[in-house]
């Protein structure tokens, strides 16, 4: 589920950044290239539409991040530990036979 949600982030992101690279902070973009007078949307409707994809990506794209965080939270504890403690056992037992085997160091 974790990696869904990371790739339905992705994703948007992509598509925000095309959304934002299509508008014009000066009101040019896609808007003054494809908003003649006599077309669908107009000028004005292709800004509005700019806009709220934006923002619709924006929040969805925060939405599924908290989700994906808790997902990964929930999930990703119990294994973590585990692989902690196998490396805190193996760091302990690779220093005791490190210093056990060092010249001129008498054993114990």
Same mark, same amino acid.
């Given at each position: 589920m974790f990696n869904f949600l990371i790739a339905l982030v992705v994703i &948007?992101?992509?598509?925000?950044?095309?959304?934002?690279l299509a508008q014009n902070p000066k009101g040019g973009g896609?808007?003054?290239?494809?908003?003649?007078?006599?077309?669908?949307?107009?000028?004005?409707?292709?800004?509005k539409f700019l806009?709220?994809?934006?923002?619709?990506?924006v929040i969805f794209m925060v939405v599924v991040s908290v989700l994906a965080a808790g997902f990964a939270s929930s999930s990703d504890v119990?294994?973590?530990?585990?692989?902690?403690?196998? &490396?805190?056992?193996?760091?302990?037992?690779q220093t005791e036979s490190a210093t056990t085997n060092l010249p001129g160091v008498p054993a114990e």
């Open positions: &948007a992101a992509i598509c925000l950044i095309l959304i934002v896609l808007s003054q290239t494809f908003g003649g007078g006599n077309q669908y949307m107009g000028v004005e409707g292709t800004n806009t709220k994809a934006t923002w619709t990506l119990e294994s973590s530990s585990k692989v902690v403690n196998e &490396a805190s056992k193996a760091v302990k037992e």
